[in-house]
């Protein structure tokens, strides 16, 4: 498994206030697999997103990715695991606007002690890979939000990165744009073995994943996929 | 729709064999709707029968082939101009199912919702699959695929909006059912 998160409760605030963002979730993402998470607003998605990449601290259970348990390590080994087998995409996408497309995609892997000569060519790659070479030398606001995407996902998948996790990634773009966007995750995936969990509300895109969890109220309530057991899932919940 | 007109447009560029309008109509739909030769035939012996087609030619086993007529000609042009009513299409038995699964008591609504959601995503995820295993010449069969995958989204999109209804209404009173009481049993009510 690339991704194993057991048992994961992610709890804001004490007491009376407490907000229960996750209730015991367990969820595995396999190698070449792609994830998708839907649920209403609120129900937990994002919260699972971010435990999952070590950017926000479980309660209670564990987050394995690549074996290593997020949840034990220091501070430090757990930035480290983040910089070289975790990307992120998101729906504002985060592009430094100050920087190309080529520099955006070299950044995680500089910052990692990468020479910045063989940075440039791991992003030169990445940026082949999803298809827009022609744009390394390109600013972010000279682009399209199609193709500012497919740069975060350059720099989400540039090295040697095993877990990509995407945060509404087609929110801002329209639907072909978006469809074009979830090709390109799905190809990811298939081909070079990366393990993708997908945060979406757009059923239309979900349907690109091998499977589709849904979470309400920080449980996960039901699944859609390959593995017919949607209504035994929904039995053990209830 | 009715296999009538699907026929007729397909013979509209030239005379075919019922056999080969079987195969072109289901390329064309990408065998979401298969049809039996016996159907093709049955339909052909109509159109025939009310001038939209004649029998051109036969092969040497009393096959025929069949063109298409000037008052087929007409026929389809109206077909392809009229919209398709939405009343005519079969009644909805999943918004009959919820709206009984809240009359009655002791149904659990929310999870007749999410079982049939995930049920609904599963056939989306298979469509997707297809659409994406489509080659990239064949227009008519992705056509067909986007329309139900729009289908099946919006049927989702519709659970989800009822599973907000729900919510919102949770809490508040149902209105008593209705009852439908025999009448020596109202007289001991009264």
Redesign the interface.
């Known amino acids: 498994m690339i991704l194993d998160i057991r048992q994961l409760t992610r709890t804001h605030g004490q007491g009376e206030q407490a907000v229960h963002a996750l209730r015991g979730v367990d969820l595995a993402v396999a190698p070449g697999e792609l994830v998708a998470v839907m649920g209403p607003s609120g129900s937990g998605k994002s919260t699972l997103l971010t435990c999952a990449g070590g950017l926000d601290q479980p309660t209670a259970g564990e987050v394995l990715v690549d074996g290593n348990d997020l949840t034990t390590l220091s501070r430090n080994a757990v930035a480290a695991l983040r910089r070289r087998r975790i990307g992120y995409v998101f729906q504002d996408f985060n592009l430094i606007p100050a920087l190309t497309a080529a520099e955006n995609v070299a950044l995680p892997l500089e910052l990692d002690g990468t020479r910045s000569r063989a940075a440039r060519k791991y992003a030169v790659t990445a940026l082949q890979e999803v298809g827009i070479e022609e744009l390394a030398d390109r600013f972010p606001d000279d682009m399209s939000g199609g193709q500012r995407q497919r740069v975060a996902i350059a720099r989400a998948i540039v090295g040697e990165r095993r877990l990509l996790l995407a945060d509404e990634p087609t929110g801002a773009l329209d639907s072909d744009t978006g469809e074009a966007v979830l090709r390109l995750l799905r190809d990811r995936c298939d081909q070079h073995g990366i393990g993708g969990v997908l945060v979406t509300h757009d059923a239309r895109h979900a349907a690109w994943a091998d499977r589709v969890v849904y979470l309400r109220d920080g449980v996960l309530v039901g699944q859609a996929g390959p593995l017919p057991d949607a209504d035994a899932l929904l039995q053990e919940s209830r | 729709m009715s296999i009538k007109h699907g026929l007729l447009a397909l013979l509209q560029d030239n005379p075919k064999y019922g056999y080969q309008l079987r195969g072109e109509f289901e390329a064309a739909t990408g065998a979401t709707w298969p049809l039996n030769i016996g159907q093709v035939y049955t339909t052909l012996t109509r159109l025939e029968r009310d001038g939209l087609v004649r029998a051109a030619s036969s092969e040497g086993d009393g096959r025929s082939m069949y063109e298409i007529t000037d008052a087929g000609r007409d026929e389809l042009a109206k077909w392809f101009q009229t919209p398709v009513a939405r009343e005519s299409r079969p009644r909805d038995e999943l918004a009959i199912k919820l709206a009984l699964a809240l009359a009655v008591p002791g149904v659990d609504v929310s999870?007749v919702v999410?079982?049939q959601?995930?049920?609904t995503?599963?056939s989306?995820?298979e469509?997707?699959r297809q659409k994406?295993n489509s080659a990239e010449g064949e227009i008519s069969w992705q056509l067909v695929i986007e329309s139900m995958?729009?289908g099946?989204?919006a049927e989702?999109?519709w659970l989800?909006h009822c599973?907000?209804m729900l919510l919102r209404h949770r809490g508040k009173p149902r209105p008593a059912p209705q009852r439908y009481d025999v009448p020596d049993e109202q007289e001991t009510h009264s």
């Open positions: 999870a999410q079982r959601r995930m049920s995503m599963q989306l995820q469509l997707t994406r995958i729009f099946a989204e989702i999109r989800d599973e907000a």
